[in-house]
């Protein structure tokens, strides 16, 4: 018992107040009387000097203690029985080995199952959230007591065909699970080892890990790939597929490669323990679909596909913009020894914003429009005044220092120190663009030549001039390359050929316009995405996704090269372990229902009162003559 009110006992000091009023009123008092005869009668009563107890003075006690302890407004507790509380998180890696056979059944089949069990063993006060982690994790059920929908959730759930993000995953169940009523248990069911988690537990917590998977019978397809640059067409690409045998055993497997549907390559492979192998496809020579398959009894069948593409013969539109006669001519003869580019020089007069759009790509050299176009370009030796890329002095004979010899743009180059550069504008790189060629002037780093992405359009910038440095001649082979490069990639994608990305990978797309559009997965479902500036696609299964919407038609190859997921041997083999986070006690939550009874205490003055005012007409009647 308690009170939510305690001030209000300083009420019961009417109490003691009522106590002296009727101590006050049996005083006595000298009256004069004519006689003491009647007096000597009467037996001597108790003390004057003390209250003589009587039923009125009791009611109108209990009738003002029912008030006062009103005012401190009275309760009593009662308690429910005490249940188990908490926090549980059931986190499931949903990756490519999870679908590993393990004497017929599979690795994620296993884990559900146990997570199965490990459900039906949670108290019913404990709010479950359920968690799968593929590339991302994602929340398949908020925190709820509603067991039915949590298995429901788990009969549901599925491995994917790419790899996972598992530390990632358990981080994210624990800031998403954090800070809630009671200690948080986290289950993670997976077949990678414990190692793989840089995670430990808080005071309280609890991470139990349940492993799952000892077999490591597996081939894959670990590469598929097609040799084709921007600038080839089917006649010159190259095909390779990269077999890998990751069991401790020799396999003899057979592989099948097609292009749309026609064989182009059968052949038996014999693989020594943990070998890889590169088969070379050879001239393939005509585009289509290349399908790759290998014939082997193993325990994971999602790497032992892959799908390319090999494209047709392209023409890049490039518009080039120049008052140099010597660089045109010089962009003349790559065009020609590169059949793929289809060039039109414009000189700056004459420059169109509808011919720029309409390219591929532009190349501006000694001259930059007011406003960049809408277009892949290529800026070179840009003039003083450009509002683009303002200068502020030329430099003379700059050295190459540095470069990003990473960058596709720098790819197989070599000697760039070498590279002689006659003029160069001294210009700040922009906040867009990342660095490619470096020197010093002024005791400070400035580009030689930069490139980015901005307003969803490539751009690359060459500081220096290319007048008096012919492409064409051997010694300027570097520079040529540089060039090559450059146009390779700013090259916008085929919009008819497929792109080819791995499983976990995404795609991406910036548009000129929002676009509502949908994606078909490999199953053939189709899910509708808002309009967009910005096309995301994140594959979850191998195969052929498709997008459209307007004017958009895109193909992505999805195929599954990762050999963290195809090496599918686990050297610890399958277990369970539990590690606790600092000590500290699991509570007892208890429901707790306080009730209130001043109201009740009030209705008892009532009828106190009721009583007493009775009583005291009662007595009041007594006292009165009989009157015959």
């Not at 017929?104 to 359920?130: I, N, T, Y």
């Not at 679909?289 to 890049?316: G, Q, W």
């Amino acid at each position: 018992m308690g009170f939510s009110a305690p001030y209000g006992l300083v009420s019961l000091l009417f109490l003691v107040l009522l106590v002296l009023l009727h101590r006050r009123r049996r005083q006595q008092r000298d009256l004069d009387v004519s006689s003491l005869l009647l007096w000597q009668a009467v037996p001597d009563e108790p003390a004057r000097d003390r209250v003589r107890p009587n039923l009125l003075l009791a009611v109108q006690l209990a009738l003002l203690g029912a008030l006062a302890l009103s005012v401190a407004r009275p309760y009593w507790v009662e308690r429910a029985a005490s249940v188990t509380g908490g926090r549980a998180v059931l986190l499931f890696d949903a990756s490519a080995s999870m679908q590993t056979l393990e004497r017929g059944e599979r690795r994620f089949d296993q884990a559900r199952r146990r997570a199965g069990e490990v459900l039906a063993g949670l108290g019913e006060g404990v709010e479950v959230m359920m968690i799968e982690v593929a590339a991302h994790p994602r929340v398949v059920v908020a925190f709820t007591r509603d067991r039915s929908l949590l298995a429901r959730a788990l009969e549901g759930l599925e491995p994917g065909d790419g790899p996972t993000r598992l530390s990632l995953g358990v981080q994210f169940a624990h800031s998403v699970a954090g800070g809630g009523q009671g200690p948080l248990e986290i289950d993670v069911f997976t077949d990678l080892p414990r190692q793989e988690l840089a995670f430990s537990p808080a005071a309280g917590e609890r991470l139990r890990y349940f492993r799952f998977g000892r077999s490591d019978d597996n081939v894959a397809l670990a590469g598929l790939r097609v040799h084709q640059n921007a600038f080839q067409d089917a006649d010159e690409a190259r095909g390779y597929a990269l077999v890998k045998n990751y069991a401790h055993r020799p396999k003899e497997l057979e592989l099948h490669v097609a292009l749309d549907a026609k064989p182009v390559l059968d052949e038996t492979l014999h693989l020594a323990a943990r070998e890889s192998r590169m088969v070379p496809i050879g001239r393939l020579g005509r585009p289509g679909r290349l399908e790759a398959r290998l014939d082997v009894a193993d325990a994971l069948a999602v790497d032992n596909r892959a799908i390319a593409f090999v494209r047709p013969a392209r023409k890049i539109r490039v518009v080039a913009v120049s008052t140099k006669p010597a660089v045109v001519d010089d962009l003349k003869a790559l065009a020609r020894g590169v059949p793929a580019l289809d060039l039109r020089p414009v000189a700056p007069t004459e420059v169109r914003g509808e011919d720029l759009t309409r390219a591929d790509l532009v190349v501006f050299h000694d001259f930059a429009p007011r406003i960049a176009p809408a277009v892949n370009a290529l800026y070179v030796y840009p003039p003083a005044s450009s509002a683009l890329f303002p200068s502020k002095r030329d430099v003379v004979s700059a050295q190459i220092l540095d470069w990003n010899e990473s960058d596709p743009v720098l790819l197989d180059l070599r000697y760039l120190e070498a590279l002689a550069l006659d003029r160069s504008r001294l210009l700040d790189l922009p906040p867009w663009a990342h660095m490619l060629l470096s020197s010093r002037a002024e005791g400070r780093e400035f580009p030689l030549a930069f490139g980015g992405e901005t307003d969803g359009h490539r751009v690359i910038c060459f500081a220096f001039d290319l007048e008096g440095r012919s492409l064409v001649r051997s010694e300027n082979l570097s520079l040529l390359l540089l060039v090559l490069n450059a146009l390779r990639w700013l090259t916008p994608p085929d919009s008819g050929a497929p792109l080819q990305i791995d499983v976990g990978e995404s795609y991406r797309e910036s548009l000129r316009e929002p676009v509502a559009f949908t994606v078909t997965a490999p199953d053939g479902r189709a899910e509708a995405r808002a309009p967009t500036l910005r096309l995301a696609v994140e594959p979850t299964r191998a195969g052929e996704y498709r997008i459209d919407g307007g004017a958009i038609h895109r193909t992505i190859l999805a195929n599954l090269f990762d050999g963290e997921e195809s090496d599918v041997g686990r050297a610890d083999g399958p277990g369970e372990e539990s590690v606790d986070g600092a000590a500290a006690p699991r509570p007892m939550v208890s429901a707790t229902m306080l009730h209130e009874f001043g109201r009740a205490l009030l209705l008892a003055g009532f009828l106190l009162a009721l009583a007493e005012w009775g009583y005291w007409g009662w007595l009041q009647r007594r006292r009165r003559p009989h009157v015959d």
